[in-house]
């Protein structure tokens, strides 16, 4: 995944949850990267995924139902 | 002269290399806060923490890995548990086998408006489950127990207990602190809502490491026992509600729980059936030493091994179990454990309160050259 192109992360409650949600995008087999959560985003001083946008609709079909709580935003 | 340690019941000693190397490596290539900061340390010292509950997780049968709070033992697990969960005007059962870790937090909710109700097991600390039920009132909130005791290894059983409580919507909390990695745990199987656990027993871990296993929906019932970071909703002065990190505030013991997968993961290879059998084999040898003295030993706890663990809880003639275990450290090296073992109502229920046992409890590396070296000791100590 370059850094250049448009990217989006998915927003989780805990680490854990987010380690969980990069295993489900990783067996899907979506590039993602765990990162700090963007400060323009939240406040909160935890990690996100950054995927590629264009995975967006995947991303969101594959944590829907398996991820208790999530959110999904485009950078 | 070398040390025959036969604590395991307190502490299992010694641990596998591969959980000394795990701590070692954890502190020199990871080193950073678990899920704290975002950068590559942080990052891999929380996935190393996750990777921890998966692998308990697997060992207990538990479908979601975050169900699994780590705290630094099953004390206060069982703090958490029992003290977030009971109100004034709620009503608790427990048995007669119970370990401190459970007796103290009942008595001190008992007197701040929790009643408490315990049950009596026979002299060998058997429990019949038929005498929960009759415990039970319209407001029991919970049944808590041990899985097996600490003082005669007697297996409690928390399966039909369970499947009682559970038909009356009773929470039930079991106390695996000397089971975890020695007999079958599976907390859907068995109806486990509360499991509290510790690491340094028989998983194998450093002491510091255990947790809670908290059934999905029962965490709204339960407050936390402390609150503070977590690393999760810092733009919020209120302990966040979604577990675990509901109940783990504060930087966990990220180095004691790479000893703690490493531990469990050696308890996974091995098969907890076969470590539970070689300690049952040394347990029962060395019970066979003791049947063969003839009266000289009062032996506590069931004799058939299906229905125990390895701990050996005995009394010689009229010895103080302290002079005994001082005896078996200078003269033989042996490592025991006299007295009451932290359940006091446990030697009430056998009859050994308030001088207690001398109690030896075997682990997987114990040898049987050595379980007869301590058969000797005893025949010595009673040849003084």
């Given at each position: 995944?370059?850094?250049?192109?448009?990217?989006?992360?998915?927003?989780?409650?805990?680490?854990?949850?987010?380690?969980?949600?990069?295993?489900?995008?990783?067996?899907?087999?979506?590039?993602?990267?765990?990162?700090?959560?963007?400060?323009?985003?939240?406040?909160?001083?935890?990690?996100?995924?950054?995927?590629?946008?264009?995975?967006?609709?995947?991303?969101?079909?594959?944590?829907?139902?398996?991820?208790?709580?999530?959110?999904?935003?485009?950078? | 002269?070398?040390?025959?340690?036969?604590?395991?019941?307190?502490?299992?000693?010694?641990?596998?290399?591969?959980?000394?190397?795990?701590?070692?490596?954890?502190?020199?290539?990871?080193?950073?806060?678990?899920?704290?900061?975002?950068?590559?340390?942080?990052?891999?010292?929380?996935?190393?923490?996750?990777?921890?509950?998966?692998?308990?997780?697997?060992?207990?049968?538990?479908?979601?890995?975050?169900?699994?709070?780590?705290?630094?033992?099953?004390?206060?697990?069982?703090?958490?548990?029992?003290?977030?969960?009971?109100?004034?005007?709620?009503?608790?059962?427990?048995?007669?086998?119970?370990?401190?870790?459970?007796?103290?937090?009942?008595?001190?909710?008992?007197?701040?408006?929790?009643?408490?109700?315990?049950?009596?097991?026979?002299?060998?600390?058997?429990?019949?489950?038929?005498?929960?039920?009759?415990?039970?009132?319209?407001?029991?909130?919970?049944?808590?127990?041990?899985?097996?005791?600490?003082?005669?290894?007697?297996?409690?059983?928390?399966?039909?207990?369970?499947?009682?409580?559970?038909?009356?919507?009773?929470?039930?909390?079991?106390?695996?602190?000397?089971?975890?990695?020695?007999?079958?745990?599976?907390?859907?199987?068995?109806?486990?809502?509360?499991?509290?656990?510790?690491?340094?027993?028989?998983?194998?871990?450093?002491?510091?490491?255990?947790?809670?296993?908290?059934?999905?929906?029962?965490?709204?019932?339960?407050?936390?026992?402390?609150?503070?970071?977590?690393?999760?909703?810092?733009?919020?002065?209120?302990?966040?509600?979604?577990?675990?990190?509901?109940?783990?505030?504060?930087?966990?013991?990220?180095?004691?729980?790479?000893?703690?997968?490493?531990?469990?993961?050696?308890?996974l290879a091995k098969g907890p059936e076969r470590i539970h059998a070689r300690e049952k084999a040394l347990a029962?040898?060395?019970?066979?030493?003791?049947?063969?003295?003839?009266?000289?030993?009062?032996?506590?706890?069931?004799?058939?091994?299906?229905?125990?663990?390895?701990?050996?809880?005995?009394?010689?003639?009229?010895?103080?179990?302290?002079?005994?275990?001082?005896?078996?450290?200078?003269?033989?090296?042996?490592?025991?454990?006299?007295?009451?073992?932290?359940?006091?109502?446990?030697?009430?229920?056998?009859?050994?309160?308030?001088?207690?046992?001398?109690?030896?409890?075997?682990?997987?590396?114990?040898?049987?050259?050595?379980?007869?070296?301590?058969?000797?000791?005893?025949?010595?100590?009673?040849?003084?």
């Amino acid at each position: 995944m370059a850094d250049n192109q448009p990217s989006s992360v998915v927003l989780v409650e805990s680490f854990g949850h987010a380690l969980q949600a990069e295993k489900m995008l990783g067996a899907a087999g979506i590039p993602c990267r765990l990162v700090p959560v963007p400060r323009h985003i939240s406040s909160d001083c935890g990690v996100c995924l950054r995927f590629s946008s264009d995975f967006h609709t995947r991303v969101e079909e594959i944590l829907s139902g398996r991820l208790e709580s999530f959110e999904i935003v485009r950078l | 002269m070398d040390a025959i340690y036969l604590d395991n019941a307190a502490t299992s000693w010694p641990k596998p290399d591969a959980v000394i190397e795990a701590m070692i490596r954890h502190q020199r290539m990871v080193g950073g806060s678990p899920g704290r900061s975002g950068h590559r340390l942080s990052i891999e010292a929380g996935r190393a923490v996750y990777g921890v509950r998966e692998t308990i997780a697997r060992l207990f049968h538990i479908a979601d890995p975050l169900r699994i709070v780590f705290t630094k033992n099953s004390t206060e697990a069982l703090n958490i548990a029992l003290l977030g969960l009971l109100k004034p005007g709620d009503h608790v059962v427990t048995t007669g086998m119970e370990h401190n870790s459970v007796m103290r937090p009942l008595r001190f909710l008992a007197s701040h408006g929790v009643e408490l109700t315990v049950v009596a097991c026979s002299p060998r600390g058997d429990l019949d489950p038929g005498d929960i039920r009759r415990a039970l009132r319209p407001n029991t909130r919970a049944v808590v127990l041990t899985h097996a005791s600490n003082v005669t290894g007697t297996i409690m059983p928390v399966q039909e207990v369970a499947a009682i409580a559970r038909e009356r919507d009773i929470v039930t909390c079991v106390d695996a602190a000397q089971t975890a990695g020695v007999l079958p745990i599976d907390v859907e199987m068995m109806a486990i809502d509360l499991l509290a656990f510790t690491g340094h027993k028989s998983l194998f871990g450093p002491q510091g490491t255990g947790g809670l296993y908290i059934r999905k929906g029962l965490d709204d019932r339960i407050s936390p026992l402390m609150r503070g970071g977590t690393g999760s909703r810092s733009e919020f002065e209120e302990q966040p509600d979604f577990m675990p990190d509901k109940y783990e505030a504060g930087t966990p013991n990220a180095p004691g729980l790479a000893g703690l997968a490493a531990g469990t993961a050696f308890v996974l290879a091995k098969g907890p059936e076969r470590i539970h059998a070689r300690e049952k084999a040394l347990a029962r040898r060395f019970l066979n030493h003791l049947e063969a003295l003839d009266g000289d030993a009062t032996i506590y706890g069931p004799r058939d091994m299906e229905t125990r663990t390895s701990v050996v809880s005995f009394n010689l003639r009229d010895i103080v179990p302290s002079d005994a275990a001082l005896f078996f450290d200078e003269r033989f090296g042996i490592l025991c454990r006299p007295g009451l073992h932290c359940a006091p109502a446990a030697h009430r229920t056998i009859g050994s309160f308030p001088q207690g046992t001398i109690r030896f409890s075997f682990g997987f590396f114990n040898t049987e050259a050595e379980v007869d070296l301590a058969a000797e000791a005893v025949v010595r100590l009673l040849q003084r």
